[in-house]
């Protein structure tokens, strides 16, 4: 079946007991056992939920994977991720990495004895085996990146991590799978924030995790199990009605980002527009290879720091706020927000960066109003 049909349908069978057409919140925390250990599947919600199962099913079928495991959140998924690594062994990463990730490899892991070593997106697409040793185990992928829109060849590294026995983890929340499919490129383990484009509405919090390898897999089921960070039944409930209508929101938001990002890059007070589906980006050709389309994100220099504060504040439509990928349409300015955390790191984020999440509003009025924000501005000072 089509991708469009699968979101829809897979593991939403209609409730047996009701006839139901959507998936029942399972709003419950234990389950009746007919006789000791023996019961419908369900024993305690931490361990498994119904509900659960549903999104968990389907989102494992959208990704191409046989497993899918949900999580109380983006991090809380990376946390259990990150219990596949032992102190001592390594972890390469692209550089630039959403900021809550970096913040838990250098200020939870890395006194705890894990090494981390951070590569531009070229270097992982291009060069990453003279980074690997016998000690790394995983390879961390976000492409595109965030918030600098940077695009990594994840066959090519999955050649190169394989070939020194690591893990390729992509984290596939800007493309979705709907635009991409990581495992299909050679990825083992593929996470998501649910926050973002799945839940679709910016009304929840949540995680995932999917692969096609068993052994992988049966671990983060016992890890999900052991530390808790698990999903509420509603939360899950939510990503459920976000999926079905996910496809026909990425094609607006795709259509509405190419719109915004032509008219920023023939604007004169932009100094670079960071956008994947433009010709002249670094990466374009990759992500044409690699993506369906190129997603709903485009970050752009302002002439200043200071412009780009000013800007943020002035725009109407662009709500200032952090997160991404909901209907709406979002502005901020990563080095003071989401990324303040790699403030200090060799690979900060520019100062003068403008990220937006571009909604599915009316692309003309998005575009009138950046360009009535962009035009009371302030100039860049001599």
Same mark, same amino acid.
């Given at each position: 079946? =089509? ?11 209609? =409730?047996?007991?009701? !006839? ?30 119904? *509900?659960? *199962? ?33 102190? !001592? ?42 980074? &690997? ?14 918030? *600098? ?5 994840? %066959? +090519? ?22 635009? $991409?499919?990581?495992? +299909? /490129? @050679?990825?083992?383990?593929?996470? %998501? ?6 839940? @679709? %509405? ?12 068993? *052994? ?9 199990? #052991? ?14 009605? @976000? &999926?079905?209508? /996910?496809?026909?929101?990425?094609? $607006? ?33 990759? +992500?044409?290879?690699?993506?369906? =389309? ?31 990928? !909901? ?11 989401? %990324?303040? #955390?790699? +403030? ?20 003309? =009025? ?17």
């Amino acid at each position: 079946m =089509d991708f469009e049909t699968r979101a829809i349908h897979d593991g939403q069978e209609p =409730d047996s007991a009701t !006839g139901a057409v959507t998936v029942p919140i399972y709003q419950t925390s234990t389950y009746v056992q007919e006789e000791v250990g023996v019961h419908k599947g369900y024993d305690y919600s931490r361990v498994a939920n119904p *509900t659960r *199962t549903a999104l968990q099913v389907c989102l494992a079928s959208l990704e191409g994977a046989e497993h899918g495991i949900a999580f109380s959140s983006g991090l809380g998924a990376t946390t259990t991720i990150m219990h596949l690594v032992n102190p !001592g062994e390594r972890v390469v990463c692209v550089n630039d990495v959403y900021g809550g990730v970096y913040r838990m490899f250098s200020q939870v892991y890395e006194p705890k004895g894990y090494e981390f070593t951070y590569l531009p997106a070229a270097d992982v697409s291009a060069n990453l085996a003279d980074h &690997l040793d016998e000690r790394t185990r995983i390879v961390w992928i976000e492409t595109p990146t965030n918030p *600098t829109l940077n695009i990594v060849d994840v %066959h +090519a590294a999955a050649e190169a991590a394989h070939a020194a026995g690591a893990l390729v983890v992509v984290d596939n929340t800007f493309a979705t799978p709907y635009l $991409q499919q990581p495992l +299909a /490129l @050679g990825a083992d383990v593929v996470v %998501h924030s649910l926050t973002k484009y799945l839940g @679709g %509405h910016s009304d929840l919090i949540g995680g995932f995790a999917a692969t096609n390898d068993p *052994t992988v897999a049966e671990r983060l089921f016992f890890l999900q199990k #052991s530390l808790g960070a698990v999903p509420g039944p509603f939360d899950c409930w939510l990503v459920l009605r @976000g &999926l079905k209508t /996910l496809a026909v929101r990425m094609r $607006q938001h795709c259509d509405n980002a190419r719109a915004v990002a032509e008219f920023l890059s023939g604007h004169p007070r932009v100094e670079r527009v960071l956008y994947p589906g433009l010709p002249d980006h670094p990466g374009h050709d990759v +992500a044409a290879r690699q993506m369906r =389309d190129f997603g709903g994100m485009v970050s752009f220099l302002a002439e200043s720091e200071e412009g780009a504060v000013e800007l943020v504040a002035r725009t109407k439509l662009w709500l200032l706020a952090e997160s991404l990928g !909901g209907v709406e349409s979002l502005i901020e300015v990563p080095a003071r927000m989401t %990324h303040a #955390s790699t +403030a200090n790191a060799p690979f900060a984020v520019p100062r003068n960066l403008v990220r937006l999440s571009v909604g599915i509003e009316s692309a003309d =009025d998005l575009i009138a109003d950046l360009e009535a924000a962009l035009v009371r501005a302030p100039a860049a000072r001599a």
